[in-house]
């Protein structure tokens, strides 16, 4: 198994969303409505199951993710890397 860099997301709130995209709907269409669900450091604000909120380590930024592959080319792993301290010196 190999991980790859496969792309960026950049955060403007200091959060990032994991989550399947069909179950969100409007919730997330007004960002104060689902913001005053945010509770804790890793919630799930839409309800159990729908989604992730994990805070975005740095804050507001740019952060690289990378896949782990099977040898069949399945992804297995997802990883944002929110520790970015050694890019920067």
């Given amino acids: 198994m190999r991980v790859k860099k496969v792309g960026t997301i950049f955060v403007d709130s200091g959060r990032v969303w994991l989550g399947d995209p069909r179950h969100i ?6 960002w104060s409505a689902f913001s005053d669900k945010i509770e804790g450091e890793i919630c799930q604000p839409l309800g159990n199951g729908i989604g992730l909120c994990v805070p975005s380590g740095a804050g507001d930024g740019e ?11 399945t992804i297995t792993t997802l990883i944002v890397e929110f520790d970015l301290r050694d890019e920067g010196e």
Avoid at 25 to 30: C, K, N, V, Y
């Fill in 63 to 73: 952060y690289p993710v990378y896949v782990e592959r099977a040898q069949d080319g």
């Fill in 25 to 30: 709907g409007d919730e997330m269409s007004d």
